[in-house]
């Protein structure tokens, strides 16, 4: 009797196991226990800890999971939702009012995961990157980065709705096989786009080079590996002179010297800077003139979202 006790314990400790270890498989971006910290990287005050700006207040926007600082308007910031959703980027301000909706002509949210803005083709036009790069399982046959100019804010009647035209799609493949990336950059010095892994125990850069193709598969070269995992949210500074890229745990941030590439920026020890823990913080960027920098999380149940700034000492 004790016996067949014992084995229907067992029988539903192993249901239990197996229930518990699907649906963490299923969750997509549940934030790993632990972030090693290598004991050489410093904690740096070059920075202040966060201040609060305000909560996000678009009703559409409930999953966060990109940032970027407008170049036409210092009080702008571009972000979006998660995967699955509309091709959309909302505006607002950097306390957080609803600004706008603005949909991208032609593209798809399969997995959007970050957003930059930066140089591109035409040197008159600042450009708004939008990275449907996530990859959960590493099965798609290939990524999209979406290129549209972005517009003058300056002009519009804000807040607004717009159709985006002129959306570009740079189709590509990492050069050593499919991987979940969630970071996004664009260099400002040489309009070359980068994009780093998450999921490996020491994740990789890669570089698509400009100019990027819009017309054929381009290929995102692995560049090199970097001594941490689980980046979720990357950005360079609008001088390019410096680079920050976060996980769930803690922000990291390098100097770029001049002539130096990024590749060569990243393979110094960083410095890791002041981090108000978020619920899922997948998303950075410097303020238009990198007197700081602001995180937003992905929404934690029917709690508002803050807008944290992070000002520079």
């Not at 008159?124 to 980065?145: C, P, W």
């Not at 001049?258 to 960083?270: E, I, N, R």
Request: proline share 6%; aromatic share 10%.
């Amino acid at each position: 009797m004790r016996v067949r006790t014992i084995m229907r314990t067992l029988k539903s400790l192993f249901i239990l196991f197996t229930i518990m270890s699907f649906v963490s498989a299923g969750c997509k971006d549940a934030p790993a226990e632990v972030d090693p910290i290598d004991s050489t990287i410093q904690q740096s005050n070059l920075f202040a800890a966060a201040q609060s700006m305000g909560d996000l207040q678009s009703p559409d926007l409930n999953e966060a999971s990109g940032a970027a600082a407008s170049r036409s308007n210092n009080i702008y910031l571009w972000t979006h939702n998660d995967s699955g959703g509309d091709p959309t980027l909302f505006l607002t301000t950097t306390i957080g009012a609803d600004s706008g909706r603005f949909v991208l002509s032609g593209a798809q949210n399969i997995d959007w995961e970050d957003i930059a803005v930066g140089p591109g083709p035409d040197a008159a036009l600042q450009y708004i990157y939008v990275g449907d790069i996530g990859d959960n399982r590493a099965v798609r046959s290939s990524l999209t980065i979406y290129r549209v100019p972005e517009p003058d804010l300056n002009v519009l009647d804000i807040p607004t709705t717009q159709n985006l035209a002129n959306v570009e799609a740079i189709n590509f493949v990492y050069s050593n096989g499919a991987r979940d990336a969630e970071t996004l950059m664009v260099d400002p010095l040489t309009n070359d786009i980068y994009v780093v892994s998450k999921r490996e125990a020491q994740v990789g850069l890669y570089v698509l080079p400009f100019p990027q193709s819009t017309t054929e598969m381009d290929t995102a070269r692995f560049l090199a590996n970097l001594p941490f995992t689980n980046f979720t949210a990357g950005d360079i500074s609008a001088d390019g002179a410096e680079i920050l890229i976060k996980n769930y745990f803690n922000i990291y941030y390098w100097p770029r010297s001049t002539g130096q590439t990024v590749q060569q920026a990243l393979a110094a020890t960083p410095q890791r800077l002041a981090y108000t823990t978020e619920p899922q913080g997948e998303a950075i960027c410097f303020s238009l003139n990198a007197n700081g920098f602001y995180t937003l999380s992905e929404m934690d149940s029917s709690d508002p979202v803050p807008v944290l700034f992070y000002r520079r000492n």
